[in-house]
């Protein structure tokens, strides 16, 4: 298998991103019904009621509104984490069969950029070469710069030809991959859009397995069939926490110099 270089995960990156990263703050910056801004009135049975809806912990509500970053980190990882982890441990039905193939892989790396990207907007970091360059880095331990190719000041006329087809696919992919994912908060929804962003990363098959996993008891579990599935979407629980780990301090790191 050839090399994968880092424009080669910069090319796979930014199409994921710019897909998922305005749907996710979409969410996270949502008006529920107008509860964000809502304030504690009182009074008859509807208002009670509309007062207790604004104080759930989701997006669109005067209690999301109130929570810090932290907690909200801990919302995407808790919440749609559970989701992301399921779809990736499917595969592990199969057992030891299932982990030979790169499909578990993949979604997994696709859940956890969809945790990344909704991390990142939490935390300031909010332009398509940022998240591509957290993502590199968490999953794949790359340093990129994040830029689409051909970026760069000095190219020749070749890589610039390159660069413009480069850009035709991004947008191609970009568009088909939005188109998929709307505001789905079904299981199944979820699942499709995992599925459809698992695709994309598939370009990086040489890549995946850098990602941060579960522990060796989670892995042995995975190996056998059918219960195969519990130890694999534990580890994708416990890899999800890593993945948190690595981003705060990428977070830490960056917002300590130029952005």
Known sequence: MPSIS??????????????????????????????????????????????????????????????????????????????????????????????????????????????????????????????VRLLAHVLFQREVDGRAPGERVEEERAEEERAEEDRVEEDRVTEELTSELGVRSTVRGVGRTVWKLGKVLWALEGELDKRPQGRFYHQALGMVPVVGVVGDYLGERSALRRVRGEAEKWFERESGGVR
């Open 6 to 131: 880092d424009r080669d995960v910069v090319r796979a990156l930014r199409p994921f991103v710019r897909a998922t990263g305005p749907v996710l703050d979409r969410v996270r910056d949502a008006d529920l019904l107008g509860l964000r801004e809502r304030e504690r009135v009182g009074g008859g049975r509807v208002a009670r009621l509309w007062d207790r809806l604004a104080e759930v912990k989701v997006p669109g509500t005067a209690g999301w509104a109130r929570m810090d970053v932290a907690q909200r980190d801990a919302w995407w990882l808790n919440r749609v984490g559970r989701l992301v982890s399921l779809v990736a441990a499917l595969p592990g039905v199969g057992g030891a069969l299932a982990d030979r193939l790169p499909v578990q892989a993949a979604l997994g790396a696709a859940g956890q950029g969809l945790l990344l990207s909704a991390m990142a907007g939490e935390h300031g970091f909010t332009s398509v070469e940022d998240r």
